[in-house]
């Protein structure tokens, strides 16, 4: 006989409430996985790849005036169906001169003004990443709590810095000096980039530069390499993810970015967003707004997630 | 290591670029004159103005509950994204799935604003579903990019998680399920929070996704500031943007104090 | 007052499986992961109460065969049973079995109380009984006065502790513990060692030690399985292990060793003679070997198990003597190690005893010495 203290029976196990729900989605066929993918699998169907297709769809339509303001794919006429497409929304992006200029003008500031950030973001990155730590947790909040506050109101901070009776002009008055025309060029919309954008620079860099191994430095000082070219040849090429990765983030919402040329551009400030923004709200072309808005799906977006997938690709070998 | 000045000085005028712009609105909030660059005098009218403009207040509030919701929404969904990504490692549709969750985080404001307003506006037509736009249309566009940071931010932290927590659970007779809300949650609860605190911030500051999806008598506040900015200057917006960064310098204060009197203990093995 | 249970006769039931019937029953177990076989077609047989170490290196399969054991990975083929019940296919949560684990995976959100009370919860069992469960775990560990504490506030022998009194609190039948000691420091791991034997002796539960260090196996183990390329190479008591490997690999792997090729010169049914080219000498084995005239075959012996002096010695049947020049010498203390190069150039390594302190006459680098072994103090190996 056993009495009760035998230690090899197990203790009485009571049938768990999970259980018995475990069990019971499980006889319906119904696995946790599918439970767990289920809602952000339709979400995303519903509100990201659906809306996308309709876009593809009514870019191959044309406006007309109604609710909604652009004509039907699908028609039933006499009882059979038809399909009309129009071509001539694309057509129109590439036989007018502003589409494609809006592209090149978009990319070109973008790239500028992320070169631009680099050149202020990565000395910064490198100061907080050297000095002492008590500093350096300072350093970083100070870099993070713009990211925190409002976009729209840093941009309108930068206006009243800028304008023509703007803080700088004030100061440079007292020097004699006339004031600047500063607002409303691609000047401001340089500045406006470089300084919306400066933390998503700074931030990976820093997280790069503060793993760099000080003996390294030391090891090529130590060799015979100067400070500058101890720079070169070590610093900078292992931090090259972090530019990579601070330039990805500022160079690809600066593409697409609305808030910054209309606000500080000037008329002839030529950003895609802006132009996808004028066509829907001001012309109320939603068919060439939405061929506008493919293009730049195809042109921009796609080389960059393929970009975006062959360096993760590389990070993980 | 030899210190060179250039890294300093370089140092020093990017942090006086970031902050100058803000300092100088700060200051001028205070500022009697209309002229916001003049100064003629301290004052708190803007801010009274501020506080008696039912439009202002009424897209605030607006603001606050959709970014509450959006940030909600998007926890749920992102962190259910986010254990599928690092956890089944192969499933049908993988790719496409990451792609999808992914995508919102390079893809234009535009885009997102037109495609999302495009399908509401086809539903409406095809389902009656949904009726006009409004909060409820801003929510769910707003759900939908925040699942994205949700997403990464959770991945990251879960990516980390060391495994054998979950199997000593297991060991210990939790089923998955139970292990998942007893061990799991609760060390990914710090991501949790900075990915609600993400997804709020980034709802409360979007204008050109919300310009798309909202409709009549839906302004949030950031249309708001944009339409009265896009007019030219206004003193209550410099009085809205002190008090938006005072209430941001005191959160951002209080988690850098409460991260680093935790730090000896977050040094654990 | 009753007695306590007298230990059985005999305390080691491997040696008579006719009569004792195992606890845990591996059955040709093979764990494919993609094409590569991580554990090959493993059978074995663990008795109760036994102090049963895995041993091996990294990627011998060990940690794969224990996590097969807590339910962790299901088997590719083959079956393991426990106490009589199949246990291949029921998920860890309901095995009778506790694991401790290499990184301790105490919860870090949770107390050393709320850590070790976490599986008795999952038993519904009522709080005044846990609570007492716990207070007698930590007793017997020695963290009464920790029960409070975040794992993140103790030291690392402490949190090792923590994870035993975890893993013992369910009253497992089967303890697994995954590189129990690897994270503590050698002297640290010395003391545990004979702690972690105590209290196993003190429960009676059945241990399963995976480990990939040799000493500390031979400290614990009731019985060792080596195990090699997801293969179990040898399965023995430690002294068994070490004195009579049954393979090169066994020899080698556990301590130091001379290992030499030699063919069969003589096979007689009470001795057999071995010519080793290498050694330079014959080899004479003072007892019978299942081999072959003329086959190739490999004989190993331990440093300390060989004897060094400048004369020669006498010995008989021509054989078991060599002589080489010393090269290099250790001197560990206790112990020194020589060096000795052969005129084969095969270099063989030999131990002494220090026997006396700061030898004048002790045998020094370059010096001619013969070196003599017993007929028995090798082991003849076929594969």
Redesign the interface.
């Known amino acids: 006989m056993t009495t009760a203290h035998d230690?090899?029976i197990?203790?009485?196990?009571?049938l768990?409430p999970?259980?018995v729900?475990?069990r019971r989605l499980a006889r319906m066929g119904i696995t946790?996985?599918m439970l767990?993918?289920a809602?952000?699998?339709l979400?995303?169907?519903v509100?990201?790849?659906?809306?996308?297709a309709?876009?593809f769809g009514?870019s191959l339509a044309t406006k007309q005036f109604g609710r909604?303001p652009y004509s039907a794919l699908l028609s039933t006429e006499e009882g059979t169906v038809q399909l009309t497409l129009h071509l001539s929304n694309y057509i129109r992006l590439f036989t007018d001169n502003l589409y494609v200029a809006a592209y090149f003008s978009s990319i070109r500031i973008a790239l500028i003004s992320t070169i631009i950030t680099l050149l202020?973001?990565y000395?910064?990155a490198?100061?907080?990443a050297?000095v002492p730590d008590r500093w350096r947790?300072i350093?970083l909040?100070?870099?993070?709590?713009?990211f925190?506050?409002?976009?729209?109101?840093?941009v309108?901070?930068?206006?009243?810095?800028m304008?023509g009776?703007?803080?700088i002009n004030?100061f440079l008055g007292l020097f004699g000096i006339p004031p600047l025309v500063m607002m409303q060029t691609d000047f401001a919309v340089y500045v406006g980039i470089v300084?919306t954008y400066?933390?998503f620079m700074i931030l990976p860099l820093y997280t790069n530069l503060v793993k760099l191994d000080?003996s390294l430095?030391?090891a090529s000082?130590d060799l015979g390499a100067r400070?500058l070219r101890t720079f070169l040849t070590i610093t900078l090429p292992l931090s090259l993810p972090g530019i990579v990765a601070g330039s990805m983030l500022v160079f690809?919402?600066a593409?697409?970015?609305?808030?910054i040329p209309?606000?500080l551009g000037g008329p002839e400030t030529l950003m895609i967003?802006r132009v996808?923004?004028d066509e829907?709200?001001t012309s109320t072309n939603?068919p060439r707004?939405?061929a506008v808005?493919i293009a730049?799906?195809v042109v921009?977006?796609v080389p960059?997630?393929l970009l975006?997938r062959a360096q993760n690709a590389v990070v993980e070998k | 290591?030899?210190r060179?000045w250039?890294?300093?000085i370089?140092?020093a005028l990017?942090?006086s670029?970031?902050?100058?712009?803000?300092i100088?609105?700060v200051v001028?909030s205070f500022n009697e004159n209309r002229?916001?660059?003049?100064w003629s005098g301290f004052s708190l009218k803007w801010y009274g103005e501020l506080f008696s403009d039912p439009q202002m207040l009424g897209a605030a509030w607006l603001s606050l509950q959709i970014a509450a919701i959006s940030a909600s929404i998007a926890l749920?969904?992102?962190t259910?994204?986010a254990?599928?990504l690092v956890r089944?490692r192969r499933?049908r549709?993988r790719t496409l799935?990451s792609?999808?969750?992914?995508?919102?985080l390079?893809?234009?404001?535009?885009?997102t604003g037109?495609?999302?307003l495009?399908?509401f506006?086809?539903m409406e037509?095809v389902l009656g579903w949904p009726q006009g736009r409004g909060m409820l249309t801003i929510v769910?566009?707003h759900?939908?990019f925040c699942?994205a940071y949700v997403c990464v931010v959770v991945q990251s932290r879960l990516s980390d998680f060391d495994r054998s927590l979950e199997e000593a659970a297991m060991d210990l007779g939790a089923?998955?399920?139970?292990t998942f809300f007893d061990i799991t949650l609760p060390i990914i609860a710090p991501a949790l929070v900075s990915g609600w605190l993400l997804g709020f911030?980034l709802s409360?500051?979007d204008?050109?996704i919300a310009?798309?999806v909202s409709g009549p008598g839906s302004s949030t506040l950031?249309m708001v500031?944009?339409s009265k900015?896009?007019l030219g200057?206004s003193p209550d917006?410099?009085a809205?943007?002190t008090i938006?960064?005072g209430i941001?310098?005191l959160?951002?204060?209080t988690a850098?104090i409460i991260q680093?009197r935790n730090r000896p203990r977050s040094s654990r093995a | 007052m009753a007695k306590k249970p007298q230990l059985a006769i005999d305390t080691r039931p491997w040696r008579d499986p006719a009569n004792n019937k195992p606890f845990v029953r591996i059955r040709n177990v093979t764990k494919k992961f993609g094409d590569v076989a991580a554990v090959n077609d493993v059978s074995l047989d663990i008795y109760r109460s036994e102090l049963f170490c895995l041993l091996g290196g990294s990627g011998s399969g060990k940690s794969t065969l224990l996590r097969m054991l807590a339910g962790f990975e299901t088997p590719t083929s083959g079956t393991i049973e426990i106490?009589g019940q199949d246990m291949t296919d029921v998920a860890p949560y309901?095995r009778?079995v506790n694991m401790m684990f290499q990184s301790y995976a105490l919860f870090p959100h949770m107390t050393v109380e709320q850590n070790v009370a976490y599986g008795l919860k999952?038993?519904?069992?009522p709080r005044a009984e846990i609570a007492a469960r716990v207070s007698e775990l930590l007793t017997l560990v020695k963290l009464q006065d920790y029960g409070k504490r975040k794992p993140h506030q103790l030291s690392g022998g402490q949190r090792q502790r923590v994870a035993l009194a975890r893993a013992l609190a369910?009253?497992p039948?089967l303890l697994l513990l995954d590189e129990p000691l690897g994270a503590l420091d050698k002297k640290l791991r010395e003391e545990t060692q004979f702690e972690l034997v105590k209290i196993q002796e003190q429960?009676?539960?059945t241990f399963i030690v995976v480990t990939h260090d040799q000493e500390e196996a031979m400290t614990l183990a009731t019985r060792i399985g080596v195990m090699n390329q997801g293969e179990i190479a040898m399965i023995g008591e430690p002294a068994d292990i070490y004195e009579f490997p049954n393979s090169r690999f066994v020899a080698g792997f556990i301590g130091s060793v001379n290992m030499v090729e030699g063919i069969v010169t003589e096979d007689e049914p009470d001795h057999i003679r071995i010519r080793s080219g290498e050694l330079g000498c014959d080899i004479y084995v003072g007892h019978g070997v299942d081999c072959a005239p003329d086959q190739l075959l490999w004989w190993a012996i331990r440093p300390e198990k060989m004897h060094l002096s400048r004369e020669r010695p006498e010995v008989g049947h021509d054989a078991n003597v060599t002589s080489g020049v010393v090269e290099e010498i250790a001197y560990l203390g206790d112990i020194s190690v020589y060096q000795i190069a052969l005129d084969s150039g095969k270099r063989i390594r030999v131990s002494q005893t220090n026997a006396s302190r700061g030898n004048p006459d002790a045998i020094t680098w370059e010096e001619r010495v013969f070196v003599t072994w017993g007929d028995s103090s090798g082991s003849v190996l076929t594969s």
Not at chain 2, 17 to 22: G, R, V
Not at chain 2, 99 to 104: I, Q
């Open positions: 230690p090899t197990p203790p009485p196990r009571r768990k999970w259980n729900f475990e946790g996985r767990v993918l809602a952000p699998v979400w995303l169907l509100f990201f790849l659906v809306p996308l309709v876009v009514i909604p202020i973001g000395p910064m490198y100061a907080i050297r947790n350093l909040m100070l870099v993070i709590l713009p925190w506050t409002s976009f729209l109101l840093r309108y901070a930068l206006t009243g810095f304008r009776n703007g803080v004030q300084y400066l933390p000080g430095l030391e000082a400070p690809i919402p593409i697409g970015e609305f808030v209309s606000l967003g996808l923004w829907f709200f939603w707004a939405a808005a730049m799906l921009v977006v960059i997630m975006q | 290591m030899r060179g250039f890294i300093p370089v140092a990017g942090f670029f970031l902050y100058a712009p803000i100088s609105l001028f002229l916001v660059t003049v749920v969904l992102g259910l994204a254990i599928a089944f499933f549709g799935f792609g999808m969750v992914s995508a919102p390079v893809m234009p404001d535009v885009i037109l495609s999302l495009l399908l506006v086809a037509s769910i566009a759900s939908t699942t089923s998955p399920l139970r911030t409360l500051d204008l050109v310009s798309f950031p500031i944009f900015v896009r200057v917006v410099n809205l943007a938006i960064i941001v310098s959160g951002v204060l850098t680093l | 106490d309901n009778p999952r038993d519904h069992l369910k009253r039948k429960l009676g539960v």
